[in-house]
């Protein structure tokens, strides 16, 4: 079976590649259609994307955060493209011979319609792998959260997002987390299977000694990982990063994990201009305080952090997962921007302190080192919120043998 992967960013690249190279590992056929970017999540594990319909665009794929990211787009030929897209996608799900094709759609509603408009008018079978929502946003399993307004329909998913994953031709929805396949099941009689959460999926640590000794503690700083706005969120969590220092009364190592896109030269600068002596190329000291600049070994930093400071999407999400306490705090956007960052604590539920100054970072500290409950109550809720590893395969498998 032939199956064309459609996804719509950087993250959902990143987890649908895992899931193609498993789908490969059993014998199957993948092609990708990055709908935003160009995909180096799939080219870096060497599965062929679609020629001449891929762009970077210039919000990255954040476009329902700010209306002017839009725009911007718009006018850098959004519109044509999308229109490339859509026809590529009818043309391949309408050449397939029964039982022969099919679409891995992996996102949110866009590349949910991109596979449901073909099916709908005679095109192949798709399934939809729902990255980006959760009942844990609206809800947990106590109940509704106060604070959060019902969502239209009774579900984070809404009634017409509903609606397509109802088609005949949807043969599998697979969730993030069990609450949400309980409730899509039990209360909309939608074919939604958890097995697992594919972010959680290749962090295993390669084992980098850090330099940590038992009594230190080790923050994980993480401004997410598109320019400008990285830089932005560094500045910001540079800040935060004093405060820590100045609040915990042990030797201090900040790791810090620099995307591949970012100028560590440019980042470097920053640290020194803020009265950090420069060691070598990535590390920096001040008073009680370590910071070390990385390009590799982002799981080791996950794995061996106590506590992250963070302005980022997915990695924030994945420290969760390895249940690890982060204090967050909002920025300008066009992703880590008010809106974000607080669905992202109601998304991730104590493990997440939102605060919105850096002075804050003082009281979440005194307030979590007094809680001698706090951390294995994070470990618990990690585990609840963000799932267990292993999903890429586990969804792969349920694709050959069931679909």
Same mark, same amino acid.
């Given at each position: 079976?032939?199956?064309?992967? /459609?996804?719509?960013?950087?993250?959902?690249?990143?987890?649908?590649?895992?899931?193609?190279?498993?789908?490969?590992?059993?014998?199957?056929?993948?092609?990708?259609?990055?709908? #935003?970017?160009?995909?180096?999540?799939?080219?870096k594990?060497?599965?062929?994307?679609?020629?001449?319909?891929?762009? !970077?665009?210039? @919000?990255?794929?954040?476009?329902?955060?700010? @209306?002017?990211?839009?725009?911007?787009?718009?006018?850098?030929?959004?519109?044509?493209?999308?229109?490339?897209?859509l026809?590529?996608?009818?043309?391949?799900?309408?050449?397939?011979?029964?039982?022969?094709?099919? /679409?891995?759609?992996?996102?949110?509603?866009?590349?949910?319609?991109? !596979?449901?408009? =073909?099916a709908? $008018?005679?095109?192949?079978?798709?399934?939809?792998?729902?990255? %980006?929502?959760? &009942?844990?946003?609206?809800?947990? +399993?106590r109940?509704?959260?106060?604070?959060?307004?019902?969502?239209?329909?009774?579900?984070? $998913?809404?009634?017409?997002?509903?609606?397509?994953?109802?088609?005949?031709?949807?043969?599998?929805?697979?969730?993030?987390?069990l609450?949400? %396949?309980?409730?899509?099941?039990?209360?909309?009689?939608?074919?939604?299977?958890y097995?697992?959460? @594919?972010?959680?999926?290749?962090? &295993? =640590?390669?084992?980098?000694?850090f330099?940590?000794?038992?009594?230190?503690?080790?923050?994980?700083?993480?401004?997410? @990982?598109?320019?400008?706005?990285?830089?932005?969120?560094?500045?910001?969590l540079?800040?935060? !990063?004093?405060?820590?220092?100045?609040?915990?009364?042990?030797?201090?190592?900040?790791?810090?994990?620099?995307? =591949?896109?970012?100028?560590?030269?440019?980042?470097?600068?920053?640290?020194?201009?803020?009265?950090?002596? +420069?060691?070598? &190329?990535?590390?920096?000291?001040?008073?009680?305080?370590?910071?070390v600049?990385?390009?590799? *070994? $982002?799981s080791?930093?996950?794995?061996?952090?106590?506590?992250?400071? !963070?302005?980022?999407?997915?990695?924030?999400?994945?420290?969760? *997962?390895?249940?690890?306490?982060?204090?967050?705090?909002?920025?300008?956007?066009?992703?880590?921007?008010?809106? $974000?960052?607080?669905?992202?604590?109601?998304?991730?539920?104590?493990?997440?302190?939102?605060?919105?100054?850096?002075?804050?970072?003082?009281?979440?500290?005194? +307030?979590?080192?007094?809680?001698?409950?706090?951390?294995?109550? #994070?470990?618990?809720?990690?585990?609840?919120?963000? *799932?267990?590893?292993?999903?890429?395969?586990?969804?792969?498998?349920?694709?050959?043998?069931?679909?």
């Amino acid at each position: 079976m032939e199956i064309l992967c /459609i996804s719509n960013g950087h993250g959902e690249d990143i987890i649908a590649a895992r899931i193609c190279i498993e789908l490969e590992k059993l014998g199957f056929s993948a092609i990708a259609l990055p709908l #935003v970017g160009v995909g180096h999540a799939y080219t870096k594990n060497n599965i062929p994307i679609v020629d001449q319909v891929t762009q !970077a665009m210039p @919000s990255g794929g954040f476009v329902r955060m700010d @209306s002017r990211q839009l725009a911007r787009d718009v006018k850098s030929g959004l519109v044509g493209l999308t229109r490339k897209q859509l026809g590529f996608v009818w043309k391949w799900s309408r050449e397939s011979r029964r039982g022969k094709r099919l /679409i891995l759609a992996v996102g949110d509603i866009v590349p949910l319609l991109f !596979a449901w408009l =073909p099916a709908k $008018f005679g095109g192949c079978d798709f399934v939809f792998v729902a990255t %980006a929502k959760s &009942e844990y946003f609206w809800r947990d +399993r106590r109940g509704y959260l106060p604070h959060v307004k019902k969502p239209f329909g009774g579900s984070n $998913f809404f009634p017409w997002e509903r609606t397509l994953m109802s088609s005949s031709h949807c043969k599998a929805i697979f969730v993030r987390d069990l609450l949400t %396949a309980e409730i899509l099941n039990k209360d909309f009689k939608l074919p939604a299977i958890y097995l697992g959460n @594919s972010m959680m999926d290749g962090l &295993e =640590p390669k084992g980098i000694d850090f330099g940590i000794d038992e009594n230190d503690w080790a923050v994980a700083i993480l401004p997410g @990982s598109r320019s400008p706005e990285a830089y932005d969120n560094w500045m910001t969590l540079m800040l935060c !990063a004093q405060v820590v220092a100045r609040t915990i009364p042990h030797n201090v190592h900040f790791l810090v994990a620099i995307a =591949p896109d970012l100028d560590l030269e440019v980042i470097g600068q920053s640290i020194i201009q803020k009265g950090w002596l +420069r060691i070598d &190329e990535t590390t920096f000291k001040v008073q009680n305080a370590r910071l070390v600049l990385l390009r590799d *070994g $982002f799981s080791d930093c996950l794995h061996q952090c106590h506590l992250g400071l !963070a302005m980022a999407g997915t990695a924030t999400e994945q420290l969760v *997962g390895l249940g690890k306490p982060v204090i967050t705090i909002a920025g300008n956007g066009p992703q880590f921007t008010r809106k $974000f960052a607080e669905e992202q604590a109601d998304l991730l539920g104590c493990s997440v302190n939102l605060i919105d100054k850096p002075a804050q970072v003082a009281d979440v500290l005194n +307030r979590i080192l007094q809680d001698p409950d706090y951390f294995q109550e #994070v470990g618990r809720n990690g585990a609840e919120r963000m *799932g267990a590893s292993g999903a890429s395969a586990s969804i792969a498998k349920y694709i050959a043998t069931n679909i």
